[in-house]
């Protein structure tokens, strides 16, 4: 990207504020503009909104192509703006997934621990280990993959909602931003703030489907910004740092499948410790797995993604 002021701050911080604006606006186009009937089913409910969804990302991408500063407009090249790249794949998956599962360490440790419980109550019950038992483990471990791959929550879960996600609002806004001049620390905190705002349409499908109180669909969604927020700015962060979408995508699949870390449990006190250690190592590993020489190769003696040489 071209280091001249081709945009500037308040356009940069526009288009990212309209990007958002569309992005959960036409979640509601098939009802309030196109006046389609209501869906008969939560499936078809929502391969509308994955629709939509899909829509968005294309019109965000194709307009960040046409006001991004760029010197070339080759597909390659713009492809690698957007961070969408085929080289060091697996670097973009083991070290962020690696990373993350840190921050799970409770979580971790309360299953295993519920898992040596459940294998102490069948010893117990038949007096010993058998086969039975694991053949009972990988019956119900096919049966969990079989209704998950066929689940439309599922799809949007671990799918849908993170590719279009991390496109939009990772892959898209962080060059707008960065070209606009926003110091990366201020993308930290502008992207999130985004990204979160974007998940307030929460609040009123919460409230009205649900029956929640104004005062608890509040806390719900408060809570959910509150952890958006936060993602977020861990994932603007691989983005910036890596520049391979791959990297805040897998992340995000993985937070997502996991939901929230544990912190502690009843009468597990190791839970707990596990939970510190695993933020205390995250911490410690964050920079060094994240480090730009492990997915880029040097270009022109600059070893940071696009040219942002100032992690020195």
């Not at 929550?153 to 962080?174: D, G, Q, S």
Request: proline letters at 4%; one cysteine or more.
């Amino acid at each position: 990207m071209e280091q001249e002021t081709g945009l500037s701050e308040s356009a940069a911080v526009i288009a990212c504020a309209a990007m958002t604006l569309f992005y959960v606006a036409i979640l509601y186009a098939p009802s309030l503009i196109l006046r389609l009937p209501p869906p008969s089913s939560l499936k078809e409910f929502m391969i509308r909104r994955f629709v939509c969804a899909a829509i968005s990302s294309i019109v965000s991408i194709v307009f960040c192509s046409l006001i991004l500063p760029m010197s070339s407009r080759e597909a390659s090249h713009l492809l690698g703006v957007y961070g969408i790249r085929l080289d060091h794949i697996w670097q973009a998956v083991v070290f962020p997934i690696s990373l993350t599962s840190l921050m799970y360490a409770g979580s971790f440790c309360l299953k295993l621990l519920l898992l040596v419980e459940s294998w102490k109550e069948h010893l117990n019950e038949c007096g010993g280990f058998s086969f039975g038992y694991i053949k009972n483990l990988m019956q119900n471990f096919i049966a969990w993959m079989s209704s998950t791959s066929s689940n439309v929550l599922a799809w949007r879960n671990y799918v849908v909602a993170p590719l279009t996600e991390e496109l939009v609002f990772r892959a898209c806004m962080i060059p707008l931003l960065l070209c606009g001049g926003f110091k990366i620390y201020s993308v930290f905190f502008l992207c999130p703030i985004l990204f979160s705002l974007a998940h307030l349409n929460h609040w009123m499908e919460i409230y009205v489907r649900h029956n929640y109180s104004m005062l608890k669909a509040a806390m719900v969604v408060g809570l959910q910004l509150g952890y958006t927020v936060i993602f977020g700015s861990y994932a603007s962060f691989l983005f910036i740092r890596t520049g391979h979408l791959l990297a805040p995508l897998v992340a995000h699949i993985f937070c997502n499948f996991m939901g929230l870390p544990v912190l502690f449990a009843r009468s597990k006190g190791i839970v707990s410790l596990a939970f510190v250690a695993g933020v205390v190592s995250f911490l410690w590993l964050l920079f060094p797995l994240t480090l730009p020489d492990l997915y880029n190769d040097r270009t022109n003696n600059c070893r940071c993604w696009h040219g942002y040489c100032s992690w020195n």
